[in-house]
């Protein structure tokens, strides 16, 4: 999926093609140096999607630079608490200065812990728990063994979403942005309900690359869609700006 460069780089203020060490969004600053993976659309996406409505509690999980986390506590109500769980430490200690830098610090809380020991030990229920996992089978080999963790499949996406399950609500949503055939695959091998599905289409006229979910355990009607990035100009579709326009700079 195409990197996003809208939100400006603070020391130039311009969009290079390589990963830049900082973002700056409407409401909020991404510092992101020490951060395996960086802003992506992926994360982006997830982040203006996902249903807040109705949280107390929300999880993000393998938070990374803090991106989701950020994007949920803009959207959602003044009293609902975000916690943030990073297993790599130096992106743990990056989202926890993107926390508290931002106008949301007393709502959003960082635990440097795994995703898995964590769901299992939480004695909190949440009623939205997202996640942007590691994608990609083991191939090509990273330069670190953080870009590795962050990058690779370490287990399978109906792991995560089994320990998401373990501590959601009995109302509540989990929502994941992944593969379109990873998704395929996660709903088809999974009890649970996946009552929306948006299929993300990188360029009209192209086949859907990534896939947004949502599952609950309860048996609602599947609300299905699709979301195109680019139009055949090239430009941002109007879908896509009135997704992510309360979050760019140049929206």
């Known amino acids: 999926m195409v990197l996003v460069y809208q939100a400006q780089c603070v020391k130039c203020g311009h969009f290079p093609q390589d990963f830049m060490s900082s973002f700056t969004f409407k409401q909020f600053h991404i510092n992101q140096q ?69 106008p949301w610090h007393n709502r959003l809380h960082l635990t440097h812990q795994d995703v898995q020991t964590y769901c299992q030990q939480t004695t909190h229920q949440f009623d939205l728990i997202v996640a942007n996992p590691p994608y990609f089978a083991q191939g090509v080999e990273c330069k670190n063994d953080e870009r590795a963790l962050a990058r690779y499949v370490q287990q399978s996406h109906l792991d995560w979403l089994n320990w998401a ?27 649970l309900y996946c009552i929306k599905q948006t299929d993300v289409i990188t360029k009209t006229g192209k086949a859907p690359q990534r896939m947004l979910l949502t599952f609950s355990r309860e048996h609602l009607p599947q609300v299905k869609d699709s979301l195109v990035i680019y139009n055949e100009n090239n430009q941002y579709t109007e879908e896509f700006i009135a997704l992510t326009k309360a979050f760019y700079l140049k929206m």
């Open 34 to 102: 020490h951060c395996a993976m960086k802003v992506g659309t992926d994360g982006i996406l997830l982040g203006a999607w996902a249903d807040v409505s109705d949280c107390q509690y929300i999880l993000d999980m393998g938070t990374g630079t803090g991106l989701v986390a950020l994007m949920l506590a803009q959207r959602s109500h003044e009293h609902c608490q975000i916690e943030a769980v990073e297993l790599d430490s130096l992106a743990a200690q990056q989202a926890q200065e993107n926390f508290k830098a931002s």
């Open 165 to 191: 399950a373990s501590c959601l609500s009995e109302k509540g949503r989990i929502s994941f942005v992944l593969p379109y055939e990873a998704g395929k695959t996660l709903i088809n091998s999974t009890a």
